[in-house]
C-alpha cells in the first residue's frame, strides 16, 4: 500500500507551482529559509492518491480499519445520530449539512475531510519552520514534508474543489463555522497565517482555551492590519531608535555601546507592547536587559533624559558635591538603572524601572521577576494585572544560561509567580562570535521556554509591523491567561560585537550579506511610500524632527549635572545613604507584646492536630512563653518575625524546606495528621492579617488547603489561585531564588526579606548572585537592600559539603579596612552604613531576634550574612531568657549594651573590667563557643577567657579593644573549626592585629592560631576523625602551654 501514502516529488511539484501561481499566495522560498532542519527523507514518496471507496482506503492517518470504521459510524448515524458519541455526531453534523449547502462539496469524502484536517493541524505545528523570519535569508532550513498537500494526497487538480474543514470545538480556521473554501483560499490562508513573518510555536500547550485563544489571533486575518496612523506612529518610533543609534555612532565613533543596529524594531516593538499593555491593566513595569540596545531602550522606551545619557556617555560625570551623597563606586553607561513615568499612546501612565545589573548575563531576570512579585504585593495587586515583568535576552545568553531556566521555573509557582514574564529575544543570530549552531543545541535558541508551554512567537526584525504584533499579540497573551510568553526577533548584529569588534574575522559570509542590507527603517519607509499611507514630506518631517531633538539634547549634555539622587525612589524616601549618619537604635520590645505574640505563635487551634512530636514542640514552646525562661532559637526567630509583623513589616522567609526547617526546628507551618491542613501560627499574629504578610516559601509539595482563624472559629479557605500559602512549592535552585528575593528585597525596605539555603555550602549556587549583587550592588548602584542570608554552617561531622558555608568568601568579599579603625564612638559611628554588608554568626536566640529586627529598626539597609546554626538549635545550653528580648531597663539580663544586639558576647564567666590574672584570651565566633566553654569547665581552666565575635564584619574593633584592655596579660587566640585557609581567620587576623596595635599588645604576628590544618576540603567525610580533630582544636585553646 505504500503508493498510497506519500505524493510523488512531480506531484509536489506540480502543486507547489500551481499554488505559487495563484494570486497572493506566498511561494517558499528555500533559499530564504533561517535554520537547517533534519526531516524524514523524502525517497519514499509514490503517486498521489485519488479519492477511494472508504473501504479500500489506507494511510498514515487513516488505516483501513479505521476507514471501514468510519463508514460505519457514518451509517449509524445516519440511522440515529444518539447512537454515536457526541463527538462524531457534530463531525457528521457539520460534514453533511456543509455537504447539503455546497454542490461543490459533494465530492469531499471523509478521508478528505479527515486529511485537509491534517494538513491544517501540520500548518498549525510545523508552519513555523516555512515562516520567513530569517532577514539574512543566510540559514538554510528544509519545510517538513507535513505542510506538502501531496502527502495527503492533494494534487493540482484539487485545487479548485471547494471543501469544508470544520472541527468540533476549535477556534481559528478549524471552527466548526468556518465557511466552504477551495483548496487553494485555504492553502493561501494556512501560508499567510503561518509562514509570513512571524511563525509560531504553541501547539506544545496542552491547554485548549489558550491555544483556541491563540489560534483566533493567528487565523484572523483582521488582526494583523494597521491603519495610517498607527502606521505613522510606528515609523516615528523606528525613527528614533534608527537615527539614536547613527547619532551616537556620529558623536562617539570610538566608544562601546553595544548599539541596536540590525533590531531597532524592538523600540517601536517594546513601546507597543507597553501601550497594549497599559490598555490592558498595568500600571507598571519592571524591565531587565543586558548590554545590547540598552541605551536606546533608557532613552526612547523607559524616557530617561537623552542628554543625561549623553552626559554620562560622555565620561559619566560624578554628581556634584552635596551634603552626605554618597556616589559608590560608579558603573559603565550599559548596566545603569533607572525608573520613569511616562504617558502611553492610549493617554494613561505607566511606571516604568529598568533594573541595573551586571555584566553577567542574564542574572538579572530572577531580580526582576522578584521585583515585580514584591510590586504586586505592596500594590495589593491579587490578580497581578497591575505590576508586569519583562526581560530582553540575547540569543546565545537565553539558550546558554543555566539561570534562564531557574527563572522560567518560578513562573508558575505560588509563592513566585509573577502572573507572567513577557521575555523577548534580541537574536542577532550571533553571540559575540559565535554562530547559533556552535552555541546551542536546539532549533530554536528559545526552545528552553517550551518546558513551561509557553507561547513563542518568531518574527522577521526586519518587519516592523509583524514586531509590533507579535509584541502586541504577547501583552495580550499576558494579561489573558497570567503565564509567559516569548517573542523571538529574528535579527542581525550590523556591527562587531561591539562598535570596535571586527566581526569578518568571524562570520565573513553574514557580513558580506549585512553590508548591503537596507535598515528596517528604510524597508518601511519605502513599504508606506509605496502604499501611499506616507509620503516622501512626512518621512523627511520625522526625520527632521527626531535629529533637531537629538542635537539640542546633545547641547544640553553638556552644562547637564546630576543633583538628586535617584535611588531614594517611593518608599525609599527618607532613607540614610551610607555618608549620613543614622543612630543605633535599640531592638527590645515591650513584654506584654512579646507575650501575647508568644501566646499567638505558641498556641495551636483546638480542633487541630499536629503530629505527636509538633505537639510536645508547641507545649514547650508556651511553656517557654509563660516562664520566660529556655527560649530556643525557633521561638527567637518565631518572635522576631511576629514582632516585626504586630508593627506592620511584611515578612518573607524563602528557600528549600523552610516551613519546616532543614533541622526540623522550625515548624512554621505544621499539618493535621486526620486532615492534611496546614496551620500557620505567623498568619495570626494580627487581626485580618494579609494572607501573604507572613509569607514563608518552601519544596514541600503538599496542596492541602490553609485553616484561618474566623473568630474564635475556624475556617477552611478553599485553594487560593495565585499567591496564598496554598502551595508551597519553591524551586531547588541557589541562583534563581535568591536572586528572586534580592530583587523582592530592594522595592520596599520595610520588608524583612530572608533567603535560607539548605546548608549553607550550596550557597555557591548562587555566587553570581553573591558577588554582582548582594556584596557590590549598592556601590556600584546606588540601590539598597535588607537581604538576609541564612546559611547553615558548623563543624557536627557532616562531611565536607555540610560543614563550611565558605564563611571565607563573604568575609573576603567585606569592604571594611583591615588596618584603619574607624569611627567607633557610638553616637558618630557609621561603619555598618559605609561597609558593603554585614557577616555574623550569633550564639543565642536573643541576638538572633536583635539581629534580625535590626535589619529594620535603623535608617538604612544592608544586607546579613547569617552563618546560621544547626546543632545549636537543640543545644542544651543554647537558650535565651525572655528578658534579653524586651526593652525594659534595669531588670536582669539587661546589661550595659541594653536589649540589642550584641556584635561581642564578654565571657560568661562575671569578670570585673580588669582581669590581670588571665592567662589567654580566646576570640571564637558561632557554635565553637559552646565547645570551648564545655572543655574549660572541664579542664578547669578559669584563667582562660572566652569571648565571641558574634559580628565579624564589619569587625567590632572597639568591643574587642574593651576586651584586651580587660585582659593587659592574655595571650590573644583566634579559635576557628575550620582549616587554616578557610573560615574567619585571615579575615579576622590583620583586624585583631590591628587592634592589638592600637591598644599596644603587639600586631598581627601576635595572633595565635586555633583550629584545622590548610586542607583543600572543607572537612573530612570520616566521623572518627572530626571528632578527634574538634577535640584537638577545644583541648588546645585550653592548654596551659602557650599557643604557638
Ligand atoms: C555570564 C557571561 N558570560 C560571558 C559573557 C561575555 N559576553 C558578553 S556578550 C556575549 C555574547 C552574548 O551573546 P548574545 O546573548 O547572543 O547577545 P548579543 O551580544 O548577540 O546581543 C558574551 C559571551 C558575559 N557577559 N556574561
Ligand atoms: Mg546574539
Not at 548596566?335 to 545589573?357: C, E, F, M, P, Q
Amino acid at each position: 500500500m505504500a503508493w498510497l501514502r506519500v505524493g510523488s516529488n512531480v506531484t509536489k511539484l506540480a502543486v507547489r507551482r500551481t499554488i505559487s501561481q495563484a494570486g497572493s499566495y506566498v511561494a517558499p522560498q528555500r533559499s530564504r529559509y533561517f535554520h537547517a532542519t533534519v526531516f524524514r527523507s523524502k525517497a519514499q514518496s509514490s503517486p498521489a492518491p485519488r479519492p477511494v471507496p472508504l473501504q479500500r482506503l489506507s494511510d498514515n492517518f487513516l488505516d483501513g480499519t479505521s476507514s471501514v470504521y468510519l463508514e460505519e459510524l457514518q451509517r449509524a448515524w445516519e440511522q440515529d445520530p444518539k447512537s454515536v458519541d457526541e463527538s462524531w455526531d457534530n463531525f457528521f453534523r457539520n460534514f453533511v449539512s456543509q455537504a447539503a449547502a455546497s454542490p461543490g462539496l459533494s465530492g469531499q469524502t471523509i478521508q478528505e475531510s479527515m486529511r485537509l484536517l491534517l494538513l491544517v493541524r501540520s500548518y498549525q505545528v510545523y508552519g513555523h519552520l516555512k515562516a520567513k523570519i530569517d532577514p539574512l535569508g543566510l540559514e538554510e532550513r528544509s519545510i517538513p514534508n507535513d505542510l506538502d498537500p501531496a502527502l495527503y494526497g492533494f494534487s493540482e487538480a484539487d485545487l479548485d474543489r471547494e471543501f469544508f474543514v470544520g472541527v468540533w470545538r476549535m477556534a481559528g480556521f478549524l471552527s466548526e463555522n468556518r465557511p466552504v473554501q477551495t483548496l487553494r483560499a485555504i492553502l493561501e490562508r494556512l501560508e499567510q497565517a503561518y509562514c509570513g513573518s512571524i511563525g509560531y510555536e504553541y501547539m506544545h500547550i496542552a491547554d485548549r482555551e489558550k491555544c483556541n485563544w491563540l489560534r483566533d489571533k493567528i487565523e484572523t486575518p483582521a488582526s494583523t492590519q494597521y491603519n495610517r496612523k498607527r502606521r505613522e506612529v510606528i515609523l516615528d518610533r523606528l525613527t528614533w531608535s534608527t537615527q539614536f543609534e547613527n547619532f551616537l555612532a556620529a558623536k562617539w565613533t570610538a566608544a562601546k555601546r553595544f548599539g541596536l543596529e540590525g533590531c531597532e524594531t524592538l523600540i517601536p516593538g517594546m513601546k507597543e507592547m507597553f501601550d497594549r499593555s497599559a490598555d490592558l491593566g498595568v500600571e507598571s513595569i519592571v524591565i531587565g536587559m543586558s548590554h545590547r540596545g540598552r541605551l536606546n531602550v533608557l532613552g526612547n522606551v523607559v524616557r530617561k533624559p537623552l542628554r543625561q545619557i549623553f552626559s554620562e556617555f560622555s565620561g559619566g560625570i560624578k554628581p556634584v558635591d552635596e551634603v552626605g551623597l554618597y556616589t559608590g563606586t560608579g558603573d559603565v553607561k550599559y548596566h545603569l538603572g533607572t525608573s520613569y513615568d511616562r504617558a502611553t499612546r492610549g493617554g494613561k501612565r505607566i511606571h516604568l524601572s529598568l533594573v541595573a545589573n551586571p555584566s553577567h548575563l542574564e542574572a538579572v531576570d530572577p531580580v526582576v521577576v522578584g521585583k515585580t512579585r514584591a510590586k504586586q504585593y505592596f500594590s495589593n495587586d491579587v490578580d497581578r494585572t497591575k505590576n508586569l515583568g519583562i526581560l530582553i535576552h540575547g540569543d546565545g545568553s537565553f539558550a546558554g544560561q543555566g539561570v534562564v531556566y531557574e527563572t522560567l521555573h518560578l513562573s508558575a509557582l505560588p509563592n513566585y509567580t509573577t502572573g507572567g514574564t513577557i521575555h523577548i529575544v534580541v537574536n542577532n543570530q550571533v553571540a559575540f562570535t559565535t554562530d547559533p549552531r556552535s552555541g546551542r543545541s536546539s532549533q530554536y535558541c528559545t526552545d528552553v521556554a517550551k518546558a513551561l508551554s509557553t507561547p513563542i512567537f518568531h518574527v522577521n526584525g526586519d518587519d516592523v509591523e509583524a514586531v509590533v504584533n507579535a509584541c502586541e499579540l504577547a501583552a495580550e497573551w499576558r494579561q489573558n491567561f497570567h503565564t509567559d510568553v516569548v517573542v523571538d526577533i529574528v535579527c542581525y548584529r550590523r556591527f562587531g560585537h561591539n562598535e570596535i569588534d571586527e566581526p569578518s574575522f568571524t562570520q565573513p559570509k553574514m557580513y558580506k550579506v549585512i553590508r548591503n542590507h537596507p535598515s528596517a527603517l528604510e524597508i518601511y519607509q519605502k513599504k508606506l511610500m509605496e502604499s501611499g499611507d506616507v509620503k516622501k514630506e512626512d518621512v523627511d518631517r520625522i526625520n527632521n524632527k527626531v535629529a533637531s531633538i537629538l542635537s539640542e539634547e546633545f547641547i544640553s549634555s553638556k552644562d547637564y549635572v546630576p543633583q538628586t539622587r535617584d535611588w531614594l525612589s517611593a518608599y525609599w524616601t527618607g532613607f540614610k545613604s551610607p555618608e549620613q549618619l543614622s543612630r543605633v537604635r535599640n531592638t527590645g520590645v515591650n513584654p506584654e507584646i512579646l507575650k501575647n505574640v508568644g501566646k499567638t505563635i505558641t498556641t495551636l487551634p483546638e480542633q487541630f492536630k499536629p503530629h505527636r512530636a509538633v505537639k510536645r514542640i508547641f507545649e514547650d514552646r508556651a511553656k517557654m512563653i509563660e516562664s520566660g525562661e529556655g527560649i530556643d532559637w525557633a521561638v527567637g526567630e518565631a518572635l522576631a518575625f511576629a514582632t516585626l509583623l504586630v508593627e506592620g513589616n511584611h515578612v518573607r522567609l524563602s528557600g528549600q524546606d523552610v516551613e519546616r526547617g532543614t533541622f526540623s526546628h522550625r515548624h512554621s507551618v505544621l499539618h493535621d495528621q486526620e486532615t492534611g491542613e496546614k496551620y500557620c501560627p505567623l498568619d495570626h499574629v494580627m487581626k485580618n492579617q494579609h494572607e501573604e504578610m507572613f509569607n514563608v516559601c518552601n519544596s514541600m509539595q503538599n496542596e492541602a488547603p490553609v485553616m484561618h482563624f474566623v473568630g474564635t472559629r475556624i475556617a477552611l479557605s478553599a485553594l487560593g489561585s495565585l499567591g496564598t500559602k496554598t502551595s508551597l512549592e519553591c524551586s531547588l535552585s541557589e541562583f534563581g531564588v535568591l536572586g528572586f528575593e534580592l530583587g523582592y528585597s530592594m522595592e520596599n525596605p520595610n520588608s524583612l526579606v530572608l533567603w535560607e539555603a539548605q546548608f549553607g555550602d550550596f550557597s555557591n549556587g548562587a555566587q553570581v548572585m553573591f558577588d554582582q549583587f548582594v556584596s557590590s550592588g549598592e556601590a556600584k548602584w546606588l540601590r539598597q537592600t535588607g537581604l538576609v542570608v541564612l546559611l547553615p554552617h558548623g563543624y557536627d561531622g557532616q562531611g565536607p559539603e555540610h560543614s563550611s558555608a565558605r564563611l571565607e568568601r563573604f568575609l573576603q568579599m567585606s569592604d571594611d579596612h583591615p588596618s584603619v579603625i574607624p569611627e567607633m564612638e557610638p553616637t558618630l559611628r557609621k561603619q555598618i552604613q559605609e561597609c558593603n554588608w554585614q557577616v555574623v554568626n550569633v550564639t543565642t536566640p536573643a541576638n538572633y531576634f536583635h539581629v534580625l529586627r535590626r535589619q529594620i529598626h535603623r535608617e538604612f539597609r544592608k544586607p546579613l550574612v547569617v552563618m546560621s546554626p544547626k546543632n545549636l538549635l537543640r543545644h542544651k545550653d543554647c537558650k535565651s531568657k525572655l528578658s534579653e528580648f524586651d526593652d525594659v531597663q534595669g531588670h536582669e539580663g539587661f546589661d550595659k549594651q541594653g536589649t540589642r544586639f550584641k556584635r561581642l558576647i564578654m565571657d560568661q564567666n562575671d569578670h570585673s573590667d580588669l582581669e590581670e590574672g588571665i592567662r589567654r584570651l580566646v576570640l571564637c565566633s558561632g557554635k565553637v563557643y559552646y565547645e570551648l566553654e564545655e572543655e574549660r569547665k572541664k579542664a578547669g581552666a578559669k584563667d582562660v577567657a572566652i569571648c565571641r565575635v558574634e559580628q565579624l564584619c564589619p569587625f567590632p574593633y572597639d568591643l574587642v579593644e574593651r576586651e584586651l584592655k580587660r585582659y593587659p596579660n592574655a595571650e590573644v587566640a583566634w579559635c576557628q573549626e575550620e582549616p587554616m585557609n578557610m573560615g574567619a581567620y585571615s579575615y579576622v587576623a590583620p583586624r585583631l592585629g590591628t587592634t592589638m596595635t592600637a591598644a599596644s599588645r603587639g600586631n598581627v604576628d601576635d595572633v595565635k592560631y586555633i583550629g584545622r590544618a590548610p586542607s583543600a576540603a572543607t572537612a573530612t567525610g570520616f566521623t572518627q576523625v572530626h571528632t578527634k580533630e574538634q577535640t584537638e582544636i577545644v583541648q588546645k585553646a585550653m592548654q596551659p602551654d602557650p599557643i604557638n
